[in-house]
């Protein structure tokens, strides 16, 4: 019930293009759904995150979108540039009973995106 | 730049022998967690640490232990290394009560 998978393991997407990367998960605890962006020999860094109350948050060319009744989120990145070429992560976390403190990230298992020029 | 530094950016340890990760903190974060990041995997949940305690850990055995100091810097410690420790080895914090955790560059260890 901690898992979080993530598809598609690898995505090849032409420069201007619309990349797509899903995640489902099972725990209706989770209550926080960020995405990670990380680059070879780095740490991941935090791109955008997503609560469950909304279905849809855009940041420039990045867009989680959120459906709570399939227990799915996605990050949509517009306008695709070939510096967005890194391994991507969907994470998810849960609050205490009151909301004061946040445990663990449970991560996705990645998709490295290419984005050709 | 997320303000969390790790140190060192590389080590080579032998079978058996101990190691000692430290990191940084962004400042003003309260609640630090470390997580293991194999090749081609996503990064695993070790433990975390607020207010010098630990209040949360993962699925490792005993010898992965750290510490968090009152400067909230804080070190994981792995005894009697084994080779399935070589990964990217992950801290992260944030402020307690607030869910955006800021990743370092990471330590990579390798055990030979």
């Known amino acids: 019930q901690q898992q979080v998978k993530q598809s598609p393991q690898s995505l090849i997407v032409q420069k201007g293009g619309i990349s797509i990367i899903n995640c489902a998960y099972e725990n209706t605890a989770f209550d926080y759904f960020p995405w990670y962006q990380q680059f070879p020999g780095k740490g991941p860094a935090l791109l955008i995150a997503?609560?469950?109350?909304?279905s849809e948050k855009k940041e420039g060319r990045f867009t989680i979108s959120f459906n709570k009744s399939a227990k799915q989120f996605s990050l949509h990145i517009m306008d695709s540039q070939p510096g967005d070429s890194a391994t991507y992560f969907c994470?998810?976390?849960?609050?205490?009973?009151?909301?004061?403190?946040?445990?663990?990230?449970?991560f996705g298992q990645g998709t490295i995106l290419t984005v050709h020029p | 730049e997320t303000g969390v530094t790790q140190s060192p950016t590389h080590l080579i340890k032998t079978r058996g022998q101990q190691v000692t990760l430290r990191c940084s903190s962004q400042?003003?974060?309260?609640?630090v967690s470390w997580y293991q990041q194999a090749l081609g995997q996503g990064p695993q949940f070790i433990f975390q640490y607020y207010r010098e305690e630990e209040n949360g850990r993962g699925n490792f055995p005993p010898r992965f232990s750290g510490l968090q100091f009152p400067n909230y810097s804080s070190e994981l410690n792995v005894n009697a290394l084994e080779l399935d420790d070589s990964a990217l080895y992950l801290c992260?914090?944030?402020?307690?009560?607030?869910?955006?955790?800021?990743f370092g560059q990471g330590t990579r260890l390798t055990v030979v």
């Open positions: 997503i609560r469950p109350d909304v």
């Open positions: 992260a914090s944030r402020l307690q009560g607030i869910p955006e955790a800021f």
């Open positions: 994470a998810a976390s849960m609050s205490n009973a009151g909301g004061t403190s946040y445990g663990k990230l449970t």
């Open positions: 400042s003003g974060h309260n609640t």
